[in-house]
């Protein structure tokens, strides 16, 4: 059975770093477009930042120069570099995997940034 599972969340202080993961199983996802989106509390969920199969990434606006995407293909794993961290960022950030008629989520880590 598929599953992305997160990890790496937690407690920051504002300015610091967190580094989150994901971890795939169940599927190769060398063929996936993968993505971290994240939601806070009352508000929509929104995208952060996407890789495709060949490494080519994008990012929101709100996070780009501070946030950075990759992921290993061999290992089926997808990172998050969150650098410069604002309260603004706290949200539940989840992964997601994409191909064709397929897309899988993760249950999400919680990020929390104090000021």
């Known amino acids: 059975q598929v599953q992305l599972v997160e990890s790496g969340g937690g407690l920051v202080q504002a300015g610091g770093s967190l580094r989150l993961s994901c971890a795939a199983s169940?599927?190769?996802?060398?063929?996936?477009?993968m993505g971290w989106f994240r939601r806070a509390p009352g508000k929509q969920r929104e995208l952060v930042a996407t890789?495709?199969?060949?490494?080519?990434?994008s990012y929101a606006d709100s996070v780009k120069g501070r946030f950075t995407i990759s992921r290993d293909i061999d290992k089926d794993m997808v990172y998050l570099q969150m650098n410069s961290l604002k309260p603004e960022d706290t949200a539940e950030y989840y992964c997601?995997?994409?191909?064709?008629?397929?897309?899988?989520w993760g249950q999400g880590t919680q990020v929390t940034v104090s000021s």
């Open positions: 169940g599927v190769s996802t060398s063929s996936y477009t």
């Open positions: 997601k995997a994409r191909y064709t008629f397929y897309s899988f």
């Open positions: 890789i495709t199969k060949e490494e080519i990434t």
